[in-house]
């Protein structure tokens, strides 16, 4: 934890994926005295569990956080009574708007997959699909 504060105390933001690392940061930050801000970028769009609302609101309450969806934007301006200032939309999905006009490149790929490649992501079955399907994929 020591030497991830060190870490921490070298940049201007840090910028914390999923609910686990943010509450971990907090707490290395509180621990050993870092002030650089967090910002919070919760990839989740599903509600939280009553622990989870409690560490978060009462414990480690986000200054600064990123939501996926505006449901979830709603749902953490009223529970942890964040500002419209400190709370940000970053859509996992881009629409293009009907008046804008996309030119799109020549297509070599028919499925993306953007992510980690781990094995709890299942990495394997997009692959093996691709290939029942006779789609050409991009990992």
């Known amino acids: 934890?020591?030497?991830?504060?060190?870490?921490?105390?070298?940049?201007?933001?840090?910028?914390?994926?999923?609910?686990h690392v943010y509450v971990y940061i907090r707490l290395v930050s509180l621990i050993?005295?870092?002030?650089?801000?967090?910002?919070?970028?919760n990839h989740s769009s599903k509600k939280l569990n009553i622990s989870s609302i409690f560490i978060l609101k009462y414990i480690f309450k986000p200054r600064f956080l990123?939501?996926?969806?505006?449901?979830s934007m709603k749902f953490y301006k009223e529970q942890f009574n964040?500002?419209?200032?400190?709370?940000?939309?970053?859509?996992n999905i881009i629409i293009p708007s009907s008046n804008q006009s996309v030119n799109l490149p020549q297509k070599d790929f028919?499925?993306?997959?953007?992510?980690?490649?781990?094995?709890?992501?299942?990495?394997i079955f997009a692959v093996d699909l691709a290939e029942k399907l006779k789609k050409n994929i991009l990992l």
């Open 32 to 41: 050993f005295n870092v002030e650089t801000p967090i910002l919070f970028h």
């Open 82 to 91: 964040l500002q419209n200032e400190n709370l940000f939309l970053l859509e």
């Open 1 to 19: 934890m020591y030497e991830c504060s060190k870490i921490l105390k070298s940049y201007d933001l840090i910028h914390c994926h999923f609910k």
């Open 110 to 123: 028919d499925i993306v997959l953007v992510g980690n490649i781990k094995q709890n992501k299942n990495n």
């Open 66 to 71: 990123i939501c996926v969806d505006n449901e």
